[in-house]
């Protein structure tokens, strides 16, 4: 079997699952792909998210709600 075989075939499979279940499962394949990242990257991950909480904090940026981002986004899409 392939490998894109195999994703399709439990893919299909974890969509018979209640969104529960399907739910605890995302979580579970998220939580070993973050055992994989390198020890580095997620420092680097971390020092980016304090820069930006800090430029938020001190009034340097400022945040777009999520739903006006969208509609922006969609509509240089069309």
Known sequence: MTATLLVNTLFEEAQQ???AYR???A???V??????IP???????L?????????VDSGAVSLIDGDQVMH?????LK
């Open 39 to 45: 020890e580095s990257i997620v420092k680097a991950h």
């Open 17 to 19: 699952l209640p969104a």
């Open 72 to 76: 922006a986004v969609r509509t240089r």
């Open 27 to 29: 979580e579970k394949i």
């Open 31 to 36: 939580e070993s792909i973050e055992a994989d």
């Open 47 to 55: 020092e980016e998210i304090k820069r930006r909480q800090l430029e």
């Open 23 to 25: 739910s605890a499962l």
